[in-house]
């Protein structure tokens, strides 16, 4: 069940025709607009992100991504109580939320908006036992030390990767601090995916990132494909959803 603190009177949510470029909100003497993604602003409101991409937009990557790490841990034998997850782009809490119901006693967030950690804090205070806010590809020591000491089991991304989200370096970093044996899963747009011709996801590295994560360094244990959630002009948003396992 959601601890999501009571929000503001949201109104009606209306969108920009013809594109995704901002979000009108609110009661219907007071609207308010914000840029579809600016996620400060949207997070600095009570209940706004969560009405708008999960309940207006049918967001579901985070179930998603959480419910294959618990097929995969029931698979494995691994129960979820033991688990020390880093959730990467940790946003509002939304994750650790769903990782808290299968059973996941111990989370840790991180996020690049620090507008995330206030929206957590206040929204949902106490589901992280830590949330540092910056770029895990240029993360101070004192930081880094600080997710180190957590000794992740596993790191998730809960919501679908794209072009404009973090780079392969960033994924790469936060798998690169997981033991052997240690889980991660993520969500990617299909333009992404290994032997992907699509030239902006060729431009992006993720293709020939994924193609040597799994032949090099990790075993691929579940997968996924299903919709993100709707865009505004009601078509569909992709995604494929992926758990794996470092080798020895």
Request: charged share 25%; net charge negative.
């Amino acid at each position: 069940m959601s601890i999501l603190r009571a929000p503001i009177d949201l109104g009606e949510i209306a969108f920009s025709p013809g594109g995704e470029n901002w979000v009108e909100f609110g009661p219907v003497d007071a609207r308010e607009r914000v840029a579809f993604h600016d996620y400060a602003e949207l997070y600095a409101v009570p209940g706004l992100y969560d009405r708008v991409f999960g309940e207006e937009l049918g967001m579901c990557s985070t179930a998603r991504v959480v419910g294959l790490y618990a097929r995969v841990l029931e698979q494995l034998n691994r129960p979820p109580s033991a688990e020390r997850v880093l959730d990467l782009g940790a946003g509002n809490g939304i994750g650790a939320e769903e990782l808290r119901a299968i059973g996941v006693h111990r989370v840790f967030g991180l996020d690049l908006e620090p507008q995330a950690r206030e929206a957590a804090e206040r929204d949902r205070p106490g589901i992280y036992d830590g949330y540092l806010v910056g770029d895990l590809a240029e993360l101070p020591e004192p930081k880094l030390a600080a997710l180190m000491a957590f000794e992740p089991t596993a790191v998730l991304a809960l919501s679908a990767l794209g072009i404009d989200h973090a780079p392969p370096a960033v994924l790469d970093r936060a798998i690169g601090l997981l033991p052997a044996r240690g889980l991660f899963g993520f969500a990617v747009k299909p333009t992404l995916l290994a032997g992907s011709d699509d030239r902006a996801g060729l431009a992006s590295g993720y293709p020939e990132f994924l193609r040597e994560l799994f032949a090099d360094r990790a075993d691929e244990l579940a997968r996924d494909a299903y919709v993100h959630r709707r865009r505004t002009d009601g078509s569909d948003d992709r995604a494929v959803a992926f758990v794996g396992r470092l080798r020895d």
